[in-house]
């Protein structure tokens, strides 16, 4: 088996040698080659590349490194040139001789450790070549790319190598031939439920960028604040953005970096719903009769544009020509998403225009608008882009859809022929574990599709047309202040489903290279990892943090929506800065002990044994200091039950440990608390009446109830047995009700 992954291994390399020498921009969708994961298992790359070979020795780093970009280069390479140097050395603390290079002050290729050479300018856009061949020597380091954006990848790379023992910093040597599997990868950052500024957009793209991200979706207008001037429609801004919105100058800026960085933007104008902010401005655009007023809460509201007014389609003419001319993407989003319809229903004129032209519900007359603005944004010369609900049966096959509620839309479009990008699985607001959305790929091997999906096997040239996927960070619940934290690190493991070969999948060691790409993304300015401290200590009211940061650990805010159950428990102006905003998705110290008891229990080892002890007792001190901070700190109120819960389920998890055996009464007992803390939290993730617990969850309690069951596996099998058939007899109930 190992020699035929050797195999398949050195022909792919010969078979993607060829390939990268012809310039081609070709993507490879399928899962059929991937490294073999002893070649990187010990490096912390991510995403892992197509191809990679280990081989003998390293390159020792002193401070006489130097590099040099061959002639014919754009600044944009020279730049990126330059921070590579200044992020290596910053790193290494050897201060590098060499400064700064340019095009005008090059560096001679002889002189130069690192020869960095692109055969050609690569252009901002979609299908764009992003390969690069790294070889590293003991002696040399090549990196050579069809075009620059391909050595920028490369150069992410090359960082990612740099390793050190006792005798200081090295790239180990290797041969590497790397490309992207699918040409869009993208992250899509809602500025309108929570203004971002442009210091929070373009550290995520140095992060981006980091992770070979390719494409920045800028959701810049929804109901609760339209975030973009327009000169043509001023009031959008002066009356429906509470001054917080991005200036074209600011607008043009942004899309400058993220060129510097191979990262195209598509803004996104959500129309015909999602529009109160539009519609506070210019409210005559409306299906209802206004005033309109700013929403502050978070859900699916009735303000929608009137598809039967011929001014709307005036006004989104102008405002898309303006729009248009400022983002130079081919791709152009317009939304389409989550119109109830209410204000069509309820308007007698929509109706007898719906009646008069034959159509039956609001999904015919949103097809009839969607199609008008398609016209539009084709005059521009863009592409339009929108969320699956526009995939009707009569909508142009130039439209582009954009998978969200299912995976099947995404087979769906491609079998009839459309474009299509994945988005659902990498719904980042979610707050769910990086492994969830590792998962999710656009295109896994046929066997793994449900049945459902099935209905839909896609033809070669049809998979083609599955672009790649984007990450989505709504912002409901999300300002500057904590928007890293939601999107990194687990958006580089979306980053990875969508550049890596598919066959990359294990989730340990994925777990394992994220935790270092996680700090090196705080190296590179990310806030993910420091603003977690700067709440605490607001928590702490300046007191000592390290009780919260012992119960942040094992706690996780409430996920899939529930924290902000019917989204009015917060307003976009409410205080982000407590526990929930503190703390995110894969606590670590719970994954870790988690994995410690799966192993435990299949396989003690005194060592496990004694971390996991460890851990139980600091868990279960930690609440007497945690009272000790609440005294000064009533705003820790909130979670005095959920961290007195963290004690005393660690008391129970250090008594499991020790008994090798427990009778019926101990086991129930224990069992019980276990549950009622884990029913009393179900309770609060749906309730939108209390704020006890902060809106956090505990994420050891299963752990422990593991560790209960192991001293009694009788009294285990027969709970876990019961267990069993009450959920399967409530499905079935929810079955004959008619849910789903
Ligand atoms: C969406 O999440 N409404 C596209």
């Avoid at 439920?193 to 810049?220: G, S, T, Y």
């Avoid at 944004?377 to 509620?405: C, F, P, R, V, Y």
């Avoid at 459309?418 to 046929?446: R, V, W």
Wanted: aromatic share 10%.
């Amino acid at each position: 088996m190992r020699l035929l992954i050797k195999i398949t291994l050195s022909l792919f390399l010969t078979v993607f040698f060829f390939a990268c020498k012809k310039e081609s921009s070709e993507q490879n969708t399928t899962n059929s080659s991937s490294p073999d994961k002893k070649e990187f298992a010990t490096l912390n790359l991510m995403p892992v590349p197509a191809a990679l070979k280990r081989t003998e020795g390293s390159y020792r780093l002193t401070k006489t490194f130097t590099l040099n970009v061959k002639d014919g280069a754009e600044p944009r390479l020279y730049n990126a040139a330059n921070t590579f140097l200044r992020r290596l050395d910053g790193r290494t603390g050897l201060f590098f001789l060499q400064g700064v290079i340019s095009k005008e002050i090059p560096q001679t290729v002889e002189n130069s450790v690192l020869t960095i050479s692109a055969r050609r300018t690569g252009k901002i856009a979609l299908y764009e070549d992003e390969s690069y061949a790294l070889t590293v020597t003991a002696e040399k380091i090549t990196l050579d790319a069809v075009t620059d954006i391909g050595a920028l990848r490369g150069l992410e790379t090359l960082l990612q190598l740099l390793d050190s023992d006792e005798n200081g910093y090295y790239f180990p040597c290797v041969e590497i031939k790397d490309q992207p599997r699918f040409p869009w990868r993208g992250l899509m950052i809602d500025a309108s439920r929570h203004f971002m500024p442009i210091d929070v957009l373009k550290r995520n793209i140095d992060a981006m960028a980091a992770m070979k991200m390719n494409v920045l979706h800028f959701h810049l207008c929804d109901n609760q604040g339209w975030r973009i001037e327009s000169k043509v429609y001023p009031k959008l801004t002066q009356l429906a953005s509470d001054g917080q919105y991005y200036t074209q100058i600011q607008i043009k800026e942004i899309i400058q970096y993220a060129a510097d960085h191979g990262i195209r933007v598509m803004p996104e104008f959500d129309v015909p719903g999602h529009a109160t902010a539009l519609l506070v401005a210019y409210p005559e655009l409306g299906s209802a009769p206004g005033p309109y007023v700013m929403e502050r809460n978070a859900g699916i509201f009735d303000p929608v544009l009137d598809p039967t007014n011929e001014q709307t389609y005036v006004f989104l003419d102008k405002l898309f020509a303006e729009m248009a001319a400022l983002f130079p993407d081919e791709y152009f989003h317009i939304g389409g998403d989550e119109n109830n319809g209410v204000h069509w229903k309820s308007n007698p004129k929509i109706q007898a225009f719906m009646q008069k032209n034959d159509m039956k519900t609001t999904m015919d007359l949103q097809t009839y608008f969607n199609n008008r603005i398609l016209k539009t944004i084709k005059k521009q010369n863009k592409k339009m882009m929108g969320w699956e609900e526009i995939l009707t049966e009569t909508i142009s096959k130039d439209a582009i859809i954009h998978s969200w509620l299912g995976k099947e839309s995404l087979f769906k479009a491609a079998s009839k022929g459309y474009q299509t990008l994945l988005s659902n699985g990498y719904y980042i607001d979610l707050m769910l574990p990086a492994s969830e959305h590792y998962k999710a790929d656009p295109l896994p091997p046929f066997e793994e599709w449900s049945e459902k999906e099935k209905k839909y096997k896609l033809t070669p040239e049809q998979e083609k047309l599955i672009l790649g996927g984007e990450a989505t960070m709504w912002a409901e619940i999300v300002t500057p202040m904590t928007v890293d934290s939601r999107i990194w690190p687990r958006t580089a493991a979306i980053a990875e489903r969508l550049w890596s070969p598919g066959a990359v999948k294990d989730e340990d060691d994925m777990y394992r290279r994220l935790e270092v790409v996680s700090f090196r993304l705080d190296e590179l300015g990310l806030t993910h990892i420091k603003n977690k401290d700067v709440i605490l200590r607001n928590l702490a009211n300046g007191g000592n943090i390290h009780a919260l940061r012992i119960l942040a650990d094992v706690i996780e805010p409430y996920k899939v929506y529930t924290r902000n159950n019917g989204g009015l428990m917060y307003k976009s102006y409410s205080p982000f800065t407590l526990m929930a905003d503190a703390t995110s998705s894969d606590a670590k110290g719970a994954r870790v002990f988690r994995k410690q008891v799966e192993r435990y229990v299949a396989s003690p080892t005194a060592e496990d044994k004694e971390e996991m002890k460890k851990s139980l007792a600091q868990w279960k001190d930690n609440h007497t200091a945690f009272l000790k901070l609440m005294k000064g700190s009533p705003v820790l109120k909130q979670l005095e039950k959920l961290s007195s819960n963290v004690s005393d389920v660690s008391s129970i998890g250090l008594e499991a440990i020790e008994k090798s055996s427990s009778d019926e009464s101990w086991y129930n007992e224990k069992t019980a608390f276990i549950k009622a803390v884990k029913d009393s939290s179900v309770a609060k993730q749906h309730s939108d009446k209390t704020f006890e617990d902060g809106r956090c969850e505990i994420k050891i309690l299963d752990a422990i109830q593991t560790l209960v069951d192991n001293t009694n596996k009788d009294l285990s099998n027969k709970r876990i047995t019961t267990e069993k058939e009450a959920e399967e007899k409530k499905r079935k109930e929810k079955e004959s009700a008619g849910e789903h």
